[in-house]
């Protein structure tokens, strides 16, 4: 491997001996300190374990065990990682992708801690209604007790259950389940044979029942206990009661609503949660009028707006209206000292403003929800928070900061890492973006492939030299000219005319998406793309199909999660093609490690079936459920199929040893003598898939599955892999192959979410050569891009913009990318007549 001599001196340098993390193998490289370093490589060489598996849990481990046990008992600790020896490693600070829990609470202001200032602000510069006392800044804040609305907790919005919500049609009856808020099964018709008893007919129409009775049903606080005869009609119970006949058993009615606030609150069932929270419908709090504080703190003002106001102004605008206060001209005269409270805080505000206006995050507001930022918004957002802080002597761990970033947007990126580095940092940066790799100082290219085949080091040095090194990947892309990815000339085969579309910054929005090609959204970050597509396109056109959204699978209060406008507009034209949506996004496919490549695709329940047809399991009559480790009947005992024991050790991290039974295998021992055809069921989990499609070839069942993965690139995963590993790019691959799996159907639209993300040029090829293989079969790919290569090689690009927030939300642009790349008001124009150029 190629190792040219960083800086001399001990302390210029990072030096790693041994790392084995993941699948790296015993790697050795040295590394300079204060410079911009990019680890590349293919998508699952092993960047990411040598940078944070590796560099960053190391530093973190080092640090923390430089204060009290007691405190870092309190902290998220990474854990140890396999090397022998790390010497020159400073502090480091990692800034990930990963959004954190997804909550109404959590904003753009709080994350930046630009809110706590604006509090202190709006506390000791603000304009006071007479008479009223001082407010202390936590009393401005939705999230304390001292600040939140009394009446909506500082949520903004009050919900409750109402007839409509409860009752969607009015034309059935009650046994026909008019209350669709009562529970299913048995919870239910007890409900309705309790009414019956009651003397309420339930075969009339629910709209026909007179209005006291209906309120009563759903809305009463009492609860009635009476006899029940079940599946007597009215006639029948009345009879029953006169003759006194012994009931089935005595019955307790409870409201519609009754069952759904008092279901929500105690439930311990995220399902249940989600069911009947679809009954509960929300209204700006009347107290608050929906701005989440106490009337007296919403009375004080500064520049004529009220707090929850003020946060609602982009971060552009709020740094118009702070640059009188920080000049020093209000309060001058009559208040002196709010007037030097004012200059000071308003000083610190522009700022803290002004360096995310040099990351292109002007558009953004104050209040805006982290749940509804893109990855490459929020992590924006924490690099600005680092800039500010001015640490110097650090080395700050990245994961992909170009993510989900517009080429015109990733030049200020660079400006911003240019200054971290130039106040003294180091800069680690795990990386795909071919421009920020140009900019490094130094590369650590891993590979030369993924998994198995990849965790070495093929060459550390400066960028240059990667042009010597013949099993870089890498290589191809940063010198060679590679061509542009390959056209296909299609022409739309009809256009889905969406008309009035509105979704955030997309306002009133007309435009056509073409059918049966290849098209792209582009924009600058904020232009409204994921407006348009992955949100707006979505849900009308689910909605028109009969297919609901994705399912949130996150077991969160469905309250806390902020409330989103419903998209308002229609589908004019173009449905008559349309047969299917399919959306392949970046979610994680599985929150826990008992998910797996091979149960989320399906074909783990193919395998467990062929293990219990060999004829040792069927002498032990083994059905197929003895071979999921996730039942008690074949897994180990000790771990419960987990294949690992957690040992607490307080002060430290927690450390996870192979199950002293199994010793990793997750199986008992009597269900490990199951072989097939020389493997047990525990090493055909061990297998990569291209090793599984081997050894199943002869098995259509396994082998659909297997072939799909390999075709996008994913060969090199274990089966048995958790899916917690997984990156958001791997996962949507998967996702994106589950599907490629099906038996191929016409009149598919599938709608991506920036794809490329998390991959390597050589592996957006493959991606490529998949989605317009989709395209070919007769389908519509529409996918929300960044990457100009992708673009290039499309059919259609409809470009958003002109600008971020309410600059953007209109179409700039749209045609074939020749005719795009052509238009002057387009910002993306440039970068796509480069890419077409190759």
Known sequence: MPQPEPPSGPIDRVRVRGAREHNLKDVDVEIPRDALVVFTGVSGSGKSSLAFGTLFAEAQRRYL???????????????????????GLPPAVALQQARGTPTARSSVGSLTTISNSLRMLYSRAGDYPPGQAII???????????????????????????????????????????VAAWPGAWHGQN????????????DVPWRRLPKKTRDWILFTDEQPVVPVYPGFGLDEVRRALRKKAEPAYMGTFTSARRHVLHTFANTQSPQQKKRVAQYLV?????????????????????????????????????????????????????????????QRIAEDLLARIAVLQDLGLGYLTLARATPTLSPGELQRLRLGTQIRSQLFGVVYVMDEPSAGLHPADAQALLRALDRLKAAGNSLFVVEHEIDVIRHADWIVDVGPAAGEQGGRVLYSGPPEGLAQVEASATRRYLFAGHAPLQRRAREPTGWLQLRGIVRNNVRGLDVDLPLGVFATVTGISGSGKSSLASQALVELLGARLGQGGDADETPLDPLERGVEAPVEGRIEGGLEAVRRLVRVDQKPIGRTPRSNLATYTGLFDHVRKLFAA???????????????????????????????????LLFMPSVYAPCPTCHGSRYDAKTLEIELRGRNIAQVLGMTVAEAADFFAGDAAVTRPLQALLEVGLGYLRLGQPATEFSGGEAQRIKLASELQRAHRRGTVYVLDEPTTGL???????????????????????????????????????DMGPGAGDAGGQVVAAGTPEAVARHRGSRTAPFLRQALRG
């Open 65 to 87: 065990d430089s204060i009290s046990p007691y405190a870092r008992r309190l902290i998220d600790q990474a854990g140890v990682p396999q090397v022998d020896a790390i010497e």
């Open 136 to 178: 202390y800044a936590d009393g401005f804040s939705p999230n304390t007790p001292a600040g939140a609305c009394p009446t909506c907790h500082g949520l903004g919005r009050i919900y409750d259950a109402t007839e409509a919500s409860m009752v969607p049609d009015r034309n059935l009856t009650i046994r026909e389940r008019a």
């Open 191 to 202: 409900q309705r044979d309790i009414l019956t008893t009651l003397g309420i007919d339930v």
């Open 282 to 342: 929300g209204a700006d709090c009347p107290q608050c009028g929906g701005k989440r504080l106490r009337r007296e703190a919403l009375s004080v003002t500064f520049a004529g707006l009220d707090i929850a106001e003020f946060s609602q102004r982009p971060l552009d605008e709020i740094a118009a209206l702070l640059a009188p206060a920080a000049a020093g001209r209000t309060h001058a005269r009559a208040h002196p000292e709010q007037a030097l409270a004012a």
């Open 614 to 648: 060999t004829p040792a399991a069927r002498r032990r009559r083994y059905d197929a459920g003895h071979f999921s480790f996730n039942v008690a009947k074949g897994r180990c005992a000790t771990c419960e199929g987990e294949g690992f024991v957690s040992v607490e």
């Open 760 to 798: 390597h040029p050589s592996d957006v090829d493959t991606l490529m050569a998949q989605l317009h293989g989709l395209v070919d079969a007769g389908n519509t790919v529409i996918a929300v891009e960044h990457d100009m290569r992708v673009a290039a090689a499309s059919d259609w690009v409809v």
